[in-house]
């Protein structure tokens, strides 16, 4: 293996502009990804000792990182600052054998038995938002802001995946619980040092977490009790799975709700924007919609997963839109053993963010890679089906790929599916807002719109 000093030579910024880049990119990403990009490639380094980093953006040295061992990697390390929310017994913030002890607890709720029968729950929550969106409209066309109408959504079908319908009733108290731990996730970093004070955001986050497994805590009760194989209910079978302690159950239950509702929601507002901005996919979006859930005013069709298979525009709306904007335009590692990729050592200790953005941006990999073209994913040749889907990675790969990727992108095609079916939606500007979080990426502002619903 070489040594640190080769490791220097990745390209990079030098002397005390590494620190205006390293404040900058753990606040507001993407800008500073487009100008390291720009500057010194889509592979690069800055820092020194502890404080080490290294971008890797390129398709090819992604593949060489998700090729490594895990073994070679951290993610309990100093800088996870998601341990204070989802839990010390989270896998997302686990390494060794107590990550694929956890991971595999949880993996089999993700069946895709399981995953299947959630595709009537994804319809009927996504129905009944529109439901009550046509109520508040009462005919008219309004600017409605869609990003907190999808967050509505997500929440309801996050609720009821975790916990079956036992829980339903509760789906705001859990989300109201959520919320403030979410909105510290994306606080300086300053702010998340770990203290102990009282009446701090961070002591409200804790009282919130603790109200949180009050609730798992009479969940898991329950399931002791009377034990189910209800794929609708993940918790119950992480108790009959009989792996994990409560408290590790607990965790994967915040790890679940946090990981899964706030980037499905922030996707889709996003698949919004970018259908909205071009009227001709919309409309193709309808057709394809009328054909497979049957046009409005007549019989609908039972609502299967058979029917994903017939949503290919959907699909590829969000395939397109997660390519431009993935949720998390980096997801951090430690190296816990110096690791080559492509042409650089990357020494150990240095913490290593991975970008989906930067990726899916990669003008090698992609033709014009700014517009948004659902269609390029249409009729490629084998060799461009590999370049796409190994420059296509907002879920990441390997065995700490999201294990949720399948849920998420079943939840986003059926629901753009349902939204522009049955209403009737113009962009409130000519261009999509820029992108705003370090944990999620959002559109600044949300996704306002004008809406009417369909006539
Ligand atoms: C559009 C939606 C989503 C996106 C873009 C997304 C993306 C990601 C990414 C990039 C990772 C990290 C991979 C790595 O570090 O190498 C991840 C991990 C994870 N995601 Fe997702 N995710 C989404 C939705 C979900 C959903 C719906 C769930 C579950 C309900 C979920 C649960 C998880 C978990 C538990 C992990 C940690 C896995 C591990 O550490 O082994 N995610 N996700």
């Given at each position: 293996m070489e040594t640190e000093s080769e490791a220097r030579s990745l390209p990079g910024p030098t002397g005390l502009a590494q620190v205006g880049y390293m404040r900058r990119i753990l606040k507001d990403p993407q800008p500073v990804l487009d100008e390291l990009r720009d500057r010194y490639g889509p592979v690069c380094a800055m820092g020194a000792g502890p404080m080490r980093m290294a971008i890797i953006g390129a398709p090819g040295a992604l593949d060489d990182l998700f090729a490594i061992s895990n073994d070679s990697f951290r993610w309990g390390h100093k800088f996870n600052v998601l341990g204070f929310v989802v839990g010390p017994g989270s896998m997302i913030v686990s390494d060794g054998p107590d990550h694929k002890r956890r991971r595999a607890s949880v993996q089999t709720a993700f069946a895709r038995r399981r995953l299947n029968a959630w595709v009537p729950t994804i319809v009927e929550q996504t129905d009944a938002a529109i439901d009550r969106l046509g109520i508040d409209l009462a005919g008219e066309t309004r600017t409605v802001d869609l990003y907190p109408v999808g967050r509505g959504i997500v929440l309801e079908i996050v609720v009821r995946a975790l916990f079956g319908e036992r829980l339903a009733?509760?789906?705001?108290?859990?989300?109201?619980?959520?919320?403030?731990?979410?909105?510290?996730?994306?606080?300086?970093?300053?702010?998340?040092?770990?203290?102990?004070?009282?009446?701090?955001?961070?002591?409200?986050?804790?009282?919130?977490?603790?109200?949180?497994?009050?609730?798992?805590?009479?969940?898991?009760?329950?399931?002791?009790?009377?034990?189910?194989?209800?794929?609708?209910?993940?918790?119950?079978?992480?108790?009959?799975?009989?792996?994990?302690?409560?408290?590790?159950?607990?965790?994967?239950?915040?790890?679940?709700?946090?990981?899964?509702?706030?980037?499905?929601?922030?996707?889709?507002?996003?698949?919004?924007?970018?259908?909205?901005?071009?009227?001709?996919?919309?409309?193709?979006?309808?057709?394809?919609?009328?054909?497979?859930?049957?046009?409005?005013?007549?019989?609908?069709?039972?609502?299967?997963?058979?029917?994903?298979?017939?949503?290919?525009?959907?699909?590829?709306?969000?395939?397109?839109?997660?390519?431009?904007?993935?949720?998390?335009?980096?997801?951090?590692?430690?190296?816990?053993?110096?690791?080559?990729?492509?042409?650089?050592?990357?020494?150990?200790?240095?913490?290593?963010?991975?970008?989906?953005?930067?990726?899916?941006?990669?003008?090698?990999?992609?033709?014009?890679?700014?517009?948004?073209?659902?269609?390029?994913?249409?009729?490629?040749?084998?060799?461009?089906?590999?370049?796409?889907?190994?420059?296509?990675?907002?879920?990441?790969?390997?065995?700490?790929?999201?294990?949720?990727?399948?849920?998420a992108q079943m939840e986003l095609t059926l629901m753009i599916s349902r939204l522009e079916q049955r209403l009737d939606v113009t962009s409130t500007a000519s261009v999509a807002p820029p992108p705003v979080g370090m944990v999620v990426n959002r559109p600044l502002g949300g996704a306002p719109m004008r809406v009417a619903e369909r006539a």
């Open positions: 009733q509760r789906t705001q108290e859990i989300g109201d619980l959520f919320q403030r731990p979410q909105d510290y996730l994306e606080s300086s970093f300053v702010r998340q040092l770990p203290h102990r004070l009282p009446h701090t955001a961070r002591a409200k986050v804790r009282a919130d977490r603790v109200a949180l497994d009050v609730i798992y805590d009479g969940e898991i009760a329950h399931h002791r009790q009377h034990p189910t194989d209800d794929p609708h209910d993940m918790l119950g079978t992480l108790v009959q799975d009989g792996s994990l302690s409560d408290s590790e159950i607990r965790d994967q239950m915040s790890t679940l709700i946090g990981a899964g509702y706030d980037t499905t929601s922030a996707s889709l507002a996003w698949m919004l924007w970018c259908a909205a901005l071009e009227p001709a996919v919309w409309s193709q979006l309808r057709a394809e919609a009328d054909d497979v859930f049957g046009p409005p005013g007549t019989a609908e069709v039972v609502v299967d997963h058979t029917l994903l298979n017939r949503l290919g525009v959907a699909e590829r709306v969000m395939r397109e839109t997660l390519r431009l904007h993935p949720a998390g335009v980096v997801a951090p590692r430690e190296a816990a053993a110096d690791v080559r990729v492509g042409e650089y050592v990357i020494p150990k200790g240095t913490l290593i963010l991975w970008s989906a953005y930067l990726a899916g941006r990669d003008p090698e990999a992609w033709t014009d890679p700014l517009r948004f073209d659902p269609d390029r994913f249409l009729d490629l040749t084998p060799e461009q089906k590999v370049i796409a889907d190994h420059a296509w990675v907002p879920f990441g790969r390997g065995a700490r790929n999201c294990i949720g990727f399948a849920l």
